[in-house]
């Protein structure tokens, strides 16, 4: 089940952006303030982030947040997918597949990004089969 992220599940997801930070798949650590700040934003109705849990019953086991914006490279809003993680267990089971199944049915004119690390080699065979493609540049950033 693919459900908002709700104030009860703050601890729990913090947990997993731990995990999440600190694994190859992401390429900086975060930080505690960098999650409160995340989960806040997505709790408090921001109109550029939205949170969603993944649920196996009652037991959350993943998390994923999108942030919105206009790609003027492509004419049309963009949805970033900006944080997915599902814990170990509980992968290979299709939370993945019907995350992004859900995001295209809930944003159908909208172009769809997200960044991957090279060797997250299940993550990218995922977002190949969901229909990603790989762009052909490097994004940068000034902070």
């Given at each position: 089940m693919i459900r908002p992220?709700?104030?009860?599940?703050?601890?729990r997801?913090?947990?997993m952006?731990?995990?999440?930070?600190k694994?190859?798949?992401?390429s900086t650590?975060?930080?505690?303030?960098i999650f409160?700040?995340?989960?806040e934003?997505?709790?408090?109705?921001?109109?550029?982030?939205?949170?969603?849990?993944?649920?196996?019953?009652?037991d959350?086991c993943?998390?994923?947040?999108?942030?919105k914006?206009f790609?003027?490279?492509?004419?049309?809003?963009?949805?970033w997918?900006?944080?997915?993680?599902?814990?170990?267990?509980?992968?290979?089971?299709?939370?993945?597949?019907e995350?992004?199944?859900?995001i295209?049915?809930?944003y159908p004119?909208?172009?769809?990004?997200l960044?991957v690390e090279?060797e997250?080699?299940?993550?990218?065979?995922?977002y190949?089969?969901?229909g990603?493609t790989?762009?052909?540049?490097?994004?940068?950033k000034k902070?």
């Amino acid at each position: 089940m693919i459900r908002p992220m709700q104030k009860d599940d703050k601890p729990r997801i913090k947990e997993m952006m731990r995990t999440f930070y600190k694994s190859p798949a992401v390429s900086t650590d975060g930080s505690e303030e960098i999650f409160d700040a995340d989960i806040e934003h997505c709790l408090s109705g921001n109109p550029y982030l939205e949170g969603y849990v993944f649920a196996d019953n009652d037991d959350l086991c993943g998390y994923a947040m999108i942030a919105k914006s206009f790609s003027t490279e492509f004419g049309k809003h963009c949805i970033w997918i900006e944080d997915i993680y599902i814990e170990n267990n509980y992968r290979g089971r299709g939370f993945g597949k019907e995350f992004l199944d859900f995001i295209d049915k809930k944003y159908p004119d909208c172009i769809k990004r997200l960044e991957v690390e090279p060797e997250n080699v299940p993550a990218v065979k995922l977002y190949e089969k969901c229909g990603f493609t790989v762009l052909p540049y490097t994004e940068m950033k000034k902070e």
